[in-house]
């Protein structure tokens, strides 16, 4: 923990929904879910509008329909987010070197590297401030909420007091009183698992926590994680703000309309995927040790299933295989709706490399290929960016029954009229932005997953 407030959080407020309501004039104000738009789908970001319903990130689209049916349920549009994204981290690298994005929407900022004149309160206040506004101008209008803190912890707790587009500066030498009576789950790392633990202990807020020594935690939840609750629950928190965030996994899944029932298909479906995995490690000259499994069944219910490698490996054969024997382990008889496969433990290196013990000759027998159900979201999707011969930039409102419905508008404009085609009307196409090749924002190489 250091000595000053030095550590800055930023969190973009409703991300995915803030942007979809700065580029649909119509929208604002309006309570706005994105995510899998149909029955199947989950919510990936709910404006503030909607969450006065009720409506949370994760949550089904088929409960947040019933919570708020007059929302618009958006599919998103990636590259309209990824832009914003890289306006506010490009942003926030010109002010200081060491910037570790967490996500597309959030990010740590080293204010020991910013070149401010000291680091004492009042001096990175008037920093944050400023820095708030510039997100609203680069963004052209979302607003962001910001936490100050003498650590990574604390920074992140201090953005989410004072949301949306707040601003919240924790003094050194007060984190403990801040922490005390909030619930266990503040704590990275405590999930509903942990918290149910700690509940039967009679453990809910961190000042209870605060109360526990050393070794009943690691009783409760483990050594690791039982040490890491004892710092936290102190304001303990020394981890660096890091610039460059080495990619941890590479991973590929999909959401299936219907349930996969048939145990041949779910195998090649794992294949192929593995497949996907492997091109994209060997196109970053990478491998890994660890294979993993994701498979979310019909109820929701998602497991996941790791084997780790002696030594690295970017094979398609051995990656496909490790992820048949693990789905072999797991009853599915019920129905899948997501698999994916992922491997982590990732080096630069394969040990055939190192030894020059590679044999091309050998090949591996693979499943043959099958026909993977659809994962793609329908051809107009709600949301989605238009251009009419005629009438301009829209987005599709809805779709069905051979008709697209369209409102004509943009970021630039005030809400349009509303139009509807058939579904093939050759004046209207789906437009792209100016180019596709924009660098991410994050660091992960995990791909973003297809729509529900």
């Not at 503030?48 to 409960?63: F, I, L, N, P, Q």
């Not at 619930?183 to 809910?204: F, N």
Request: glycine share 10%; aromatic share 4%; with cysteine.
């Amino acid at each position: 923990m250091r000595a000053q407030a030095s550590v800055l959080h930023l969190d973009l407020d409703a991300f995915f929904a803030a942007v979809e309501q700065r580029d649909k004039p119509s929208l604002r104000g309006r309570p706005v879910v994105v995510g899998g738009v149909g029955g199947r789908g989950v919510v990936a970001t709910a404006s503030y509008e909607a969450r006065k319903y009720g409506v949370r990130s994760a949550m089904s689209t088929r409960e947040a329909r019933s919570r708020c049916p007059h929302a618009a349920f958006l599919s998103g549009r990636f590259h309209a987010y990824r832009e914003s994204s890289n306006a506010v981290m490009g942003l926030l690298r010109s002010v200081s070197p060491l910037v570790e994005p967490l996500s597309l929407d959030e990010a740590f900022v080293d204010l020991e590297r910013a070149g401010l004149p000291d680091l004492e309160l009042p001096t990175v206040t008037a920093f944050a401030e400023e820095l708030r506004s510039r997100v609203t101008e680069v963004t052209r209008g979302l607003t962001c909420s910001v936490g100050l803190g003498s650590s990574k912890f604390i920074a992140k707790v201090a953005s989410e007091i004072d949301k949306p587009d707040g601003l919240t500066v924790v003094a050194p030498g007060t984190e403990v009183a801040l922490l005390r009576p909030m619930h266990v789950t503040v704590i990275p790392g405590v999930g509903p698992a942990t918290a149910e633990r700690l509940r039967r202990a009679g453990i809910h807020t961190v000042a209870e926590l605060e109360s526990v020594d050393l070794d009943e935690l690691v009783r409760l939840v483990g050594k690791a994680h039982g040490t890491g609750l004892w710092h936290l629950a102190r304001a303990l928190d020394d981890r660096p703000v890091l610039a460059e965030r080495e990619a941890k996994s590479v991973s590929v899944e999909g959401t299936y309309e219907t349930d996969l029932t048939d145990r041949r298909l779910m195998e090649g479906l794992l294949t192929r995927q593995a497949g996907e995995v492997a091109t994209r490690l060997r196109k970053h000259g990478l491998s890994g040790r660890t294979v993993t499994i994701k498979v979310r069944l019909h109820d929701f219910t998602t497991l996941s299933r790791s084997s780790t490698l002696t030594s690295p490996t970017d094979s398609t054969a051995t990656i496909g295989r490790l992820a048949r024997a693990l789905l072999a382990d797991l009853d599915t008889s019920g129905g899948v709706r997501l698999l994916g496969v992922g491997v982590s433990g990732l080096a630069d290196w394969i040990q055939d490399d190192l030894f020059g013990e590679s044999d091309p000759e050998v090949v591996e027998e693979e499943p043959e290929p099958v026909e993977a159900p659809s994962t793609r979201r329908p051809a107009w999707a709600p949301g989605m960016d238009v251009v009419h011969a005629e009438l301009g930039r829209g987005w599709v409102w809805g779709s069905g029954r051979g008709v697209v419905t369209v409102r004509f508008e943009t970021a630039e404009t005030p809400a349009g009229p509303v139009r509807s085609y058939p579904i093939d009307d050759p004046d209207l196409v789906a437009w792209q932005p100016p180019t596709d090749d924009v660098a991410d924002g994050g660091n992960s190489l995990a791909a973003p997953p297809p729509p529900p």
